[in-house]
């Protein structure tokens, strides 16, 4: 399996409007509530990238994204519940050191990259607790090794792109001006690299709930 990294880095660019739809991206994702619409915008888009369509979509219907946002989130939270819990009782047992930090940060790690594999899974619905379907989000996984090696890659570089980008514009009010623009097509370029690697799984058509 391959995922096309310079694909992904180009996504948030595949639309004759992108720079528009971008703008009003990043600011709806800075205010509270309102950044539903940004969350839903996004599950439009993997969808479109799990379908190999990397263009952009409309902000057609704010109504309907607003809702699709809105679920994916009180889904997420659901799904981040036992996460939650099981960073609680580490801190509790080890105390707040080096190595309780690093095995918290490796658990954040897994935790947000099957949570972007989750909403694959969310995709195929958009019901809230697809979120936490992990029979239908373990089938990604089957038979996908370097598939799933290569997510992990793909996303880690994708990160790693993004945060050189903010630091070389970490003068402080350039950054509190940039930084939030700078989210949003990152989160749009990781969904991509999420949505080629669900794409191209062995088993994906088995994740559509009958």
Same mark, same amino acid.
């Given at each position: 399996?391959?995922?096309?990294?310079?694909?992904?880095?180009?996504?948030?660019?595949?639309s004759?409007?992108?720079?528009?739809?971008?703008?009003?991206?990043?600011?709806?994702?800075?205010? %509270?509530?309102?950044?539903?619409?940004?969350?839903?915008?996004?599950?439009?888009?993997?969808?479109?990238?799990?379908e190999?369509?990397?263009?952009? %979509?409309?902000?057609?219907?704010?109504?309907?994204?607003?809702?699709t946002?809105?679920?994916?989130?009180?889904?997420?939270?659901?799904?981040?519940? %036992?996460?939650?819990?099981?960073?609680?009782?580490?801190? @509790?047992?080890?105390g707040?050191?080096?190595?309780?930090?690093?095995?918290?940060g490796?658990?954040?790690?897994?935790?947000?990259?099957?949570? @972007?594999?989750?909403?694959?899974?969310?995709?195929?619905?958009?019901?809230i607790?697809?979120?936490?379907?992990?029979?239908?989000?373990?089938?990604?996984?089957?038979?996908?090794s370097?598939?799933?090696?290569?997510?992990?890659?793909?996303?880690?570089?994708?990160?790693?792109?993004?945060?050189?980008? @903010?630091?070389?514009?970490?003068?402080?009010?350039?950054?509190?001006?940039?930084? %939030?623009?700078?989210c949003?097509?990152?989160?749009?370029?990781?969904y991509?690299?999420?949505?080629?690697?669900?794409?191209?799984?062995?088993?994906?058509?088995?994740?559509?709930?009958?």
């Open positions: 399996m391959s995922i096309d990294i310079v694909r992904a880095l180009k996504s948030p660019f595949q004759e409007t992108w720079f528009l739809k971008l703008i009003i991206g990043s600011i709806l994702f800075l205010i %509270p509530i309102a950044n539903f619409i940004t969350f839903g915008y996004i599950v439009k888009a993997l969808q479109n990238y799990i190999k369509n990397d263009t952009l %979509p409309e902000y057609s219907d704010l109504g309907a994204l607003f809702i946002g809105a679920k994916i989130v009180i889904g997420y939270v659901i799904f981040s519940i %036992p996460f939650v819990i099981l960073t609680i009782i580490i801190y @509790m047992a080890s707040d050191n080096h190595a309780t930090s690093i095995i918290v490796l658990i954040e790690t897994i935790v947000t990259i099957l949570g @972007m594999v989750m909403a694959v899974v969310f995709c195929t619905d958009e019901k607790l697809s979120m936490i379907d992990f029979s239908r989000g373990m089938k990604l996984f089957k038979n996908n370097s598939g799933f090696i290569s997510l992990i890659i793909f996303l880690l570089l994708v990160y790693v792109v993004y945060g050189i980008i @903010m630091f070389l514009v970490c003068i402080p009010i350039i950054t509190i001006v940039l930084v %939030p623009f700078l949003y097509p990152m989160l749009l370029t990781a991509n690299v999420v949505g080629q690697f669900a794409s191209e799984a062995p088993l994906k058509n088995e994740i559509r709930k009958l």
